[in-house]
Each structure stands twice: as C-alpha cells, then as structure tokens.
C-alpha cells in the first residue's frame, strides 16, 4: 500500500541558507499536517492543509512557509535557517471528512541539520 | 487546549511481561485517539485508532482502551519482546477542529 513519501530524507544546510521539504500524501487523502521533532521531544505541530487550503497554524515560525499543490502534495519552505532548525520534520496524511475520524499516517521523516 | 500527559516516561522490563502504558488528556471532547510507536530517527507507525464512540481495540498483542470520561487511555502490550523496544505516543484528535495533539512518549525497552 501506498504510503506518505517525504523527501529529501537528509538535508545538511547552512544557517541563513533556505530549505524545501516535499511531502507525497497518501492518494485520497484529503488532509497534511506537518511536525517538527526536536532530540527527544514529541512531535511539534507546525501547519495543516485540508483540501489544498491552509486549515490550522501550529508553532510555525514566520520564516517558514508552506502550501498544498493541486495534486496534493506539499511543501514546507524554511528560509534564515537557524541552529534551532535542526529537526525531524515529518508530514502525515489522513482523510478528515472520513465517517468516524480517518486514521494518521506520517512519513519516513526529513532530517534537517544546519550548520 | 488539549494536553496530553503519558506516564511512565521510561520503562525497562524483562522480556515476557505485560506491561500498560497511560495517557491522559485534559479535555474530553475527542473525536479519536491513537498510538504510535517510534523507533530512534524513525517515523511514527500508527498502532491503534480508537474513535470516540468505541471503548477498546485489539491488533494482535496489542489492546488499546479509551474512557473519554476520565480523560484516559491505556495500551495494553502482552508479552513484551525485545522487539517492542520503541517510544510509544498516544495522540488526541479534537472534536473543534482538525488537529491532532500528541503526548510525550512513553520510551520502552524490553530487556532479552
């Protein structure tokens, strides 16, 4: 079965230099959450997107940016990129408008490290 | 706002046993909840879905309950292995909107 693809899997930037993250959300799924995850912390809710369109807004900071394409897939746009940027950053799918709640998937993860 | 709590935060058994791992949320009004396990740079692997109108379910040696009234869930994982090793979290989806809120993890190791 298909799952949520994320790439690239490892990035190694500088601090300033800018970032994009994909993420390939599992077909029919209608809805992306993207998390942040720092060493030994839970996952950190940074933005959504149902439906193409920005649903809810996390602790994204304002350097950062995303948005849903046509074909559903997303991107997060990371720019100024700090120390403190250095994280697993995950993307997870699921089907909102599902009768009884539809179930979270996340990818692989993209590891950002910044230098 | 939703929190969610998980206690313990670490557990070290002997293989063989059964163990209950807890989560706790702060408001009721869930639409579902869910375990994950994550393995160390890994990411989550959805365990368990348990919507708001259910009070258990089951997926091999795993049970996973929900009692929406005292804000708590439990999963339940029946003779530990080695391969159990993992961090476990549990995660809240509130009724208000579509987000997910997730504890910090329980870290389990399953000595051999």
């Known amino acids: 079965a298909a799952g949520v693809i994320q790439s690239p899997r490892h990035l190694i930037k500088e601090k300033r230099e800018t970032a994009t993250l994909k993420c390939y959300p599992i077909?029919?799924?209608?809805?992306v959450y993207w998390y942040q995850q720092g060493p030994g912390q839970d996952p950190q809710f940074l933005i959504s997107?149902?439906?193409?369109?920005?649903?809810d807004k996390g602790s994204i900071p304002d350097r950062f940016s995303a948005q849903q394409f046509s074909d559903y897939h997303s991107e997060l746009n990371m720019s100024s990129l700090e120390l403190g940027d250095s994280a697993l950053y995950f993307c997870?799918?699921?089907?909102?408008?599902?009768?009884?709640?539809?179930?979270?998937?996340f990818g692989e993860g993209s590891r950002l490290t910044v230098l | 706002k939703q929190e969610v709590t998980q206690i313990p935060a670490a557990l070290s058994v002997p293989e063989g046993e059964n163990l209950v791992l807890n989560c706790s949320f702060t408001d009721s009004a869930i639409y579902n909840l869910q375990w994950f396990r994550q393995d160390p740079g890994k990411g989550l692997t959805s365990l368990l879905l348990i919507q708001s109108s259910q009070r258990e379910q089951t997926s091999g040696r795993l049970n996973a309950s929900l009692d929406k009234s005292s804000g708590r869930s439990t999963l339940y994982i029946a003779a530990s292995q080695p391969g159990d090793s993992a961090t476990y979290l549990c995660?809240?989806?509130?009724?208000?909107?579509?987000?997910?809120?997730f504890g910090p993890g329980t870290r389990l190791s399953v000595l051999p």
């Open positions: 997870a799918s699921t089907i909102i408008g599902l009768a009884g709640g539809g179930e979270l998937f």
């Open positions: 077909p029919r799924h209608d809805t």
């Open positions: 997107f149902y439906e193409k369109m920005q649903s």
């Open positions: 995660a809240a989806r509130d009724n208000y909107g579509q987000n997910f809120v």
